[in-house]
C-alpha cells in the first residue's frame, strides 16, 4: 500500500514567520514529489514539484527531499495570510500512473 | 486559457439517476484522471485515461464508469448513484505519465440523497 503522510494541523504561524510543512511517503521507488495548495472550497493548485535531493526554490517557497529518509517538506518564508490555506502532498511512485496523495495539512496564517 | 473544466459544478439528485459529469481540457494533454475528495480521506483516483480508448481503474472505481472517445474529453458516469457518493469531485490532466504537474478542474460537488 502506497501512503503519503501529513500531519492534518492546523498549523497557525503568525505573519512574516517561517511556515514548515511535513509530509513522509512509505514507497522508496517514487521518483516525484509535488506540493499542491487547496483553498477551502476550490480545487488543488500546483505550486511546487521536486524530483532529487536536495532544495528547490521558487519565490517564498523551498521544497526540501530526502529520499533517504523518505520525507519531503516545504517552506514558506514570510508567510501572508494569503497563504492560508491546506497544503496537499503528493507522490508519484516509479511504474503507478497515479499520484498518491497525502489528506493535507491545514495552515493558518495570522496577522 | 489553459483550463480544464467540468460541468456542472453542483449537482444534487436522487438515488438511482443516472448522472454524468462532464471534463473537458484545451492543453492537448495525453493523461486524464478522476478523483474524489472526502474528509479525512484525501483525494483518491477513481480512474484514468493514458490515452483515446485507454482506461483503467484507479483506487475507488466501484460505481463509475468513464470513457475516452476523444482526446480533450473524460466525462464521468454514475450509473445508479448512492449516497455514498456524496463527495467533491476533480477532473485532472497532464501531458503524459511521465511528466506529472497536473492540472485539476474546478471541482462538482455532487449530492446524492
Known amino acids: 500500500q502506497k501512503e503519503v503522510e501529513q500531519n492534518s494541523g492546523p498549523l497557525s504561524v503568525p505573519e512574516g514567520a517561517i511556515a514548515s510543512l511535513n509530509c513522509t511517503y512509505s514507497?522508496?521507488?517514487?521518483?516525484?514529489f509535488f506540493w499542491y495548495r487547496q483553498y477551502s472550497g476550490k480545487s488543488p493548485e500546483l505550486i511546487m514539484f521536486?524530483?532529487?535531493?536536495g532544495d528547490k526554490e521558487d519565490g517564498r517557497f523551498t521544497a526540501q527531499l530526502n529520499k533517504a529518509s523518505q520525507y519531503v517538506s516545504l517552506l514558506i518564508r514570510d508567510s501572508q495570510p494569503s497563504d492560508s490555506a491546506t497544503y496537499l502532498c503528493?507522490?508519484?511512485?516509479?511504474?503507478?500512473?497515479?499520484?498518491?496523495f497525502g489528506t493535507g495539512t491545514r495552515l493558518t496564517v495570522i496577522p | 486559457e489553459a483550463q480544464v473544466t467540468q460541468n456542472p459544478r453542483y449537482l444534487i439528485t436522487v438515488t438511482g439517476k443516472k448522472l454524468t459529469v462532464t471534463c473537458s481540457q484545451n492543453?492537448?494533454?495525453?493523461?486524464m484522471s478522476w478523483y474524489r475528495q472526502d474528509p479525512g480521506l484525501g483525494l483518491r483516483q477513481i480512474y484514468y485515461?493514458?490515452?483515446?480508448?485507454?482506461?483503467d481503474k484507479g483506487d475507488v472505481p466501484e460505481g463509475y464508469k468513464v470513457s475516452r472517445k476523444e482526446k480533450r474529453n473524460f466525462p464521468l458516469i454514475l450509473e445508479s448513484p448512492s449516497p455514498n457518493q456524496t463527495s467533491l469531485y476533480f477532473c485532472?490532466?497532464?501531458?503524459?505519465?511521465?511528466?506529472?504537474?497536473?492540472?485539476f478542474g474546478p471541482g462538482t460537488r455532487l449530492t446524492v440523497l
Open positions: 485532472a490532466s497532464r501531458w503524459d505519465r511521465d511528466r506529472n504537474e497536473q492540472f
Open positions: 514507497d522508496r521507488g517514487s521518483q516525484s
Open positions: 521536486i524530483y532529487s535531493n
Open positions: 503528493a507522490v508519484n511512485y516509479r511504474g503507478s500512473n497515479n499520484l498518491f
Open positions: 492543453m492537448n494533454h495525453e493523461y
Open positions: 485515461s493514458m490515452n483515446v480508448e485507454v482506461t
